[in-house]
């Protein structure tokens, strides 16, 4: 056997360019915006024409004119800003305790056989049941103020994430966990140096998921059992017929979930271009 037939079994063949699909380049996403917007604006016409010819009952219903207007009173006047910082502190809280909580315990779980099959049953119940099912017995246990709606926004958060963390260690890739043993690494340094590296696209993906569920966990504990926050003015502004207000109010509730899931969205695709992932 010749030196060139040796060399050509390690030679991987190249790997063809895969073409984009219509509608991923650049045109592609500029085109996705411009009907995007061309849609919203559509719907925000329909809504204020059935607004203003009382198609629907204007005393249990608001219009995109009304609704701009509160939102500009609400930022002039500054009555929007604290109800807004509280959503956004509990959001951040939450989110901060369940990143130190879920990223180690998600890593451990899934480079280990035997947590996982401790703890698998029992993750999988707690994604899937609905946490407003214990709004009572959480109301029960700690009351009505911030630590309820704590309670809530991190079991909103923690749990998505946990589950990506997990299947990231799960996957890793063996050639990895083979030269960390070679270099004779301890386990915590597997985890620190070669684990979480290459788990970090799974992470971010977990994190996008669980800032939209946080929010939501937010404004439904705001609904329910808060006395500040965004969800609360929503749940006061709709019981005093309000209703542009409460229009208002939502639209900034919308606002930041978009910029929360696309700036997580940015940090994903900026940490982790190299996974080849979109």
């Known amino acids: 056997m010749t030196a060139t037939q040796l060399s050509s079994d390690r030679v991987r063949t190249p790997v063809p360019m895969v073409k984009r699909p219509s509608g991923q380049g650049p045109a592609g996403r500029h ?31 608001s219009s995109p004119a009304g609704a701009f207007t509160a939102l500009v009173d609400a930022v002039r006047t500054g009555s929007l800003w604290d109800p807004l910082g509280s959503t956004l502190s509990i959001v951040a809280l939450g989110m901060a305790i369940s990143i130190v909580v879920g990223i180690p315990a998600g890593l451990l779980i899934g480079r280990s056989r035997i947590f996982y099959g401790l703890t698998d049953p029992i993750i999988s119940i707690m994604y899937s049941v609905p946490y407003v ?18 309670v809530i926004v991190v079991w909103s958060a923690l749990f998505p994430l946990l589950i990506n963390v997990i299947a990231g260690a799960r996957n890793l890739d063996q050639a990895h966990i083979q030269v960390s043993r070679v270099f004779c690494a301890s386990r915590m340094m597997t985890l620190r140096s070669v684990a979480f590296p290459a788990t970090l696209p799974y992470i971010l993906a977990g994190i996008r998921q669980a800032v939209g569920r946080a929010l939501i966990g937010a404004i439904v504990a705001e609904l329910f059992m808060g006395s500040a926050g965004l969800g609360y003015q929503v749940q006061l502004q709709t019981s005093n017929f309000e209703m542009d207000d409460a229009m208002a109010s939502i639209a900034v509730i919308a606002v930041v979930a978009i910029v929360l899931t696309r700036g997580v969205g940015y940090l994903e695709r900026r940490f982790t271009f190299w996974s080849g992932t979109d």
Do not use: E
């Open 31 to 61: 085109l996705n915006l411009i009907l995007g917007v061309i849609g919203m604006i559509v719907v925000l016409g329909a809504w204020q024409i059935c607004a203003a010819t009382k198609i629907v009952d204007p005393n249990f219903s």
């Open 133 to 150: 099912v214990f709004l009572p017995m959480l109301i029960f246990w700690f009351g009505i103020g911030s630590n309820a709606r704590l």
